[in-house]
């Protein structure tokens, strides 16, 4: 069977190199890399369809690899940190409050919603008269719930908790 992106990538040989890199675990080659993309675009004399139909198949090598590496992160932080719950916090797009400058947290398994917005607010420090609002899946979790109650329900397959803030309530869920 022919590499069909074989004309694009320069060959066989390299194609099966980069993945030969990444299947070792020594991380995303220069193929994941912007510059590749662009060197590959620019050399592709490709229909538009191969060059999409490219592009999603290294997105989804990129995604697994990703997975895959934040599976293993989150398992050995449970291991290690059984009390903990692995979190990572991302400001929701198109959202004027700042950015926070830490997103991965290892958070008490005790800790409340409240408590955790509360060290988000510090965090981007926003002032106590502008609101922040939190959501796990689109959803606006109650304040007073348990950190490892919000894990179990709502934790990602990598193992993560992900939550979003944002200065308004985007989402409208309560």
């Not at 992160?73 to 929701?92: C, G, L, M, T």
């Not at 060290?119 to 109650?142: C, D, G, T």
Request: one cysteine or more.
């Amino acid at each position: 069977m022919t590499n069909q992106w074989a004309p694009c990538l320069g060959g066989p040989e390299p194609w099966f190199l980069h993945l030969v890199g990444i299947r070792r675990n020594r991380g995303p080659t220069d193929f994941l890399s912007p510059q590749w993309f662009l060197l590959q675009a620019a050399h592709c004399q490709a229909s538009s369809i191969a060059l999409s139909r490219l592009f999603s198949s290294l997105i989804e090598i990129f995604h697994l690899i990703v997975s895959e590496r934040r599976q293993a992160e989150a398992a050995r932080i449970r291991e290690k940190y059984p009390d903990r719950i692995p979190v990572i916090v991302e400001k929701a797009e198109k959202s004027d409050i700042p950015d926070i400058d830490k997103k991965k947290y290892l958070v008490p398994a005790d800790l409340t919603v409240g408590q955790f917005v509360y060290v988000v607010r510090k965090r981007i420090k926003l002032s106590a008269e502008k609101a922040i609002f939190i959501f796990v899946k689109n959803i606006l979790p109650p304040t007073a719930a348990m950190m490892s109650a919000i894990y179990e329900e709502h934790k990602d397959e990598d193992g993560f908790l992900y939550m979003t803030y944002s200065g308004e309530n985007t989402f409208g869920a309560i």
